[in-house]
Structure formats: C-alpha cells, structure tokens
C-alpha cells in the first residue's frame, strides 16, 4: 500500500480512514474497461470514479488499496453496512438449508420467516389486517402493482402524486415522478396522473415556508380534491413519499399527513406511502410515516426490506384485496437469500438501539462516535 494509503494511528483506531495526500481518481483498467463496455446509461461511475474492492461497515476499499467514508449505503439498501457479520450469516445459513435460490410464489420455511418477522415489524394497527404482497426485486414494480391494485379497486383511473416525489423508472412508476430530467425523451407515459404541491418550507410554492406554508397545501389540496371545475377527475389514490429522498430529504411535518389521510378517508380514495427509500429504520421509527399515527391503505416497501438483496413487497388492507391469481407476477419475487437477510435486518432493527429519535441522535452523536470506535457496522 502506498503511503498516501495508509491510515493514521488515530484513524486505525475510529475505523474512519484519514486523508493523507488526495486521493487518485484517475482510471485504471478495471475503470476504463467499464467505460468502454458499458452502456452510456451509467451514471454512479460519472461522479464517483472508483472501483470498489471491498468494503466493511461504512468504510470502502477502492482496487488502489485507497479507503473512503460511503455515505451512499446502495442508494439506501444498506441500513446496517457492508458485509454486516449477521447478515452474511444470514446468507450462509440459508445456502447451507439447501433452500432454493428462488421460488416464484412458491412458500419455503424462510419466506414464512420472512412474513412473520414483517408482520411484526409493521406498526401493529396496520399489520394486523394486513395482507403481504411480493413484486419483482425492485421497488419500481412494487409501485406499479400499487398503481394496478389501486385502479381495480377503486374502479378509477386518476392518480395523484407530489412535486418532487420520486416513485421509480418503469412506465407507471416514472409518470408519478415530479423530476422532468428523465422523462425528457418519454413518450407514452401512463396518462391521467396529477401533481401536487409537497410541503416544502425553503421552496414553498406558496411563498410561505414553515407550517404555515404546509397549511396552505393541504387546504388547496383539499380545495382540488372537492371542487367540480378543477378538471381532476376523483382520483384511485394519493401517492407520496413521507419522506422526499430525491426531492432532497425532505420530512412531510406530522399534521400535514394526518390531515391528507383525513382528507383521503372522507374522499374514498386510497392512501399509498412509498416508503421504498425512507423506510426500514432511517428515520427513527420503523417507518417514516409512524410519525403522524395514521395508516397507509398501501405501503410499499423494497431497498432496504431485504437486507440489502433485491426485494420489494407490497402491505396493503385485507379490505382492498381485490387482485385474481396471478394478475401481477414476476420471476424473482421468491428470492430465499432476500428473505433471509431481511428478516435478519428486521430483528437486528427491532432488538438493538439502532432507532432513537432524530433528535436523540442529535445529542448522543459525541457519546455514539466514541462507543462505537471499534465497530464500523454502526
């Protein structure tokens, strides 16, 4: 290793490497060779233009020996770290089983597991008439059969979405997101889909900021929903995220959910909280949304749900059940090694005191940076 490689005595001991010298960013084979064979579509390797190694807890080790702090975590799969020693377990003990890769819809001993574990990790009010979904491995899918299962249910077609909601990039997925950039070249987009004003304080459209600016969202929200001459037909449902992740983390205030899913009740239309980003633990609840103490009609869960494998899965009311067999399917909706790791997730979230409040974290971080000097997975 070279010298600019090597980590200080202090950083040796926190597990957080040290800057000594810049980092070498230029290309090196395995970084052109990507470059020459992969699609221009990449775009991760555009702005951060490394190889990766290996990696550990937080800390990432670069094909150069050279090691960085990661605080992209798979874009929000890996709660608890790199290569976490009881989620790779988890992986070993389920190749060990015998278990098959993958079973289409087919139950095994750890799908069941894995429901049961879910089931308790969802907030009891909702769990306990909840029924569990599997879609395809990416949260994309499980948003487009919350799109399908709200349409049938409903008998309606309209769906309602944010300013600066992100949902995914599949046809119906990316029509609900507010981001024009990568709908510039689209045609044929789901049609009759609606956006609406998120209460964003330092971009408030309204000019307000503050609650007072998420006030008047929700009243001209309600005001659209209830008048006959807003050209918006009644919608199937309202989708959005609790929290705006490429919107820019921005947290929907308490009271502002709670009067949209009082709005939502008394319009008969379905409330569906994408919690594919800001869900399993990122916010210091289970969920984003537990915050305000209501329940989603539709909670979509995928990233971090599996342990940091691909997975997503629908939760959604017995009541609003209306799907016929195989109605929506996908091949790898019975990935075991998900199902093992994300139920391992789940309990290492619910047994340890990895979720005090935000606020909490705020004046514990000097007491956590000490404790946790030798324990990277933190």
Known sequence: MHEDKILDSE????????????????????????????????????????????????????????QYVDCLAGAGTLSLGYNHPEINQAITDSL???????????????????????????????????????????????????????????????????????????????????????????????????????PYSY????????????????????????DVECGIQKPAAIILEPIQGEGGVIPAPAFWLQ???????????????????????KSGSHFAYEIAGIQPDILVMSKAVGGGLPMSVLAFSKDIDSWRPGEHTGTFRGNQLAMATGAKASKLFSVTALLPTPEKWVSALPVICLSCKNDTHV
């Open 96 to 198: 060990a089983s015998g278990v098959p890769y993958q079973t289409l819809d087919l139950t095994t001993p750890t799908k069941d597991h894995f429901v049961q574990t879910l089931l308790g990790f969802l907030p009891s009010h909702f769990s306990e008439n909840a029924r569990i979904q599997f879609c395809g491995p990416s949260g994309a899918d499980a948003v487009e059969a919350a799109i399908k299962l709200a349409k049938q249910t409903t008998g309606r077609n309209t769906i309602v979405a944010f300013h600066g909601g992100y949902h995914g990039m599949t046809n119906g997925a990316m029509s609900l997101t507010g981001n024009l950039g990568t709908k510039e070249r689209r045609t044929g987009l789901m049609a009759d889909v609606h956006f609406l004003p998120y």
């Open 11 to 66: 950083s040796q001991t926190l597990g957080v490497p040290s800057m000594q010298g810049l980092r070498n960013l230029g290309p090196d084979a395995v970084i052109t060779r990507q470059a020459e064979q992969e699609s221009e579509v990449r775009s991760y390797p555009r702005r951060i233009p490394i190889a990766i190694e290996r990696a550990d807890g937080v800390i990432i080790t670069d094909t150069r020996g050279q």
């Open 259 to 281: 009067e949209l899913r009082r709005i939502t009740r008394d319009l008969g239309i379905l409330l569906i909280f994408d919690e594919i980003q800001c869900g399993i633990g």
């Open 203 to 226: 971009r408030c459209p309204f000019g307000l900021g503050g609650e007072a600016g998420a006030w008047q969202s929700i009243r001209y929200i309600e005001h659209i929903l209830n």
